[in-house]
């Protein structure tokens, strides 16, 4: 188990970035498969894209994704990003990222992770 904090989120405008950003406050993420999820109000976590915790693992997105969104990971600063371009007002939501081993896999199901952080709030005004 990992202890895990979203940062980035905030209010922009439709067509324009943000960058999210997921880091263990305690102990390392590096060798743990790595999710992003997003939640509407009253739904269960959609799952948007992973990172395999191993270098050789895969790098998944969900098909409401591919093509805006970006996942990647910084060693170094133990942190776990995620690119999200041209936003629409549709990506409005409560972004979570979730780690645990052996995770990442097409199902993208928020059922297989274990580690959840606090959630950071995106918000796309049209």
């Known amino acids: 188990q990992v202890q895990l904090v979203e940062s980035g989120g905030g209010l922009v405008q439709a067509g324009e970035s943000l960058t999210l950003s997921c880091t263990a406050s305690?102990?390392?993420?590096?060798?743990?498969?790595v999710g992003w999820f997003r939640q509407y109000p009253g739904k269960e976590q959609e799952g948007l894209s992973c990172?395999?915790?191993?270098?050789?693992?895969?790098?998944l997105y969900a098909d409401s994704v591919k093509g805006r969104f970006s996942i990647s990971r910084d060693t170094a600063k133990n942190t776990v990003y995620l690119q999200m371009n041209d936003l629409k007002p549709e990506d409005t939501a409560v972004y979570y990222c979730a780690a645990n081993t052996g995770a990442c896999t097409w199902r993208l199901s928020f059922l297989d992770y274990g580690s959840w952080g606090q959630g950071t709030k995106v918000t796309v005004s049209s």
């Open positions: 305690e102990g390392s993420l590096n060798f743990f498969d």
């Open positions: 990172i395999s915790g191993s270098a050789i693992g895969p790098t």
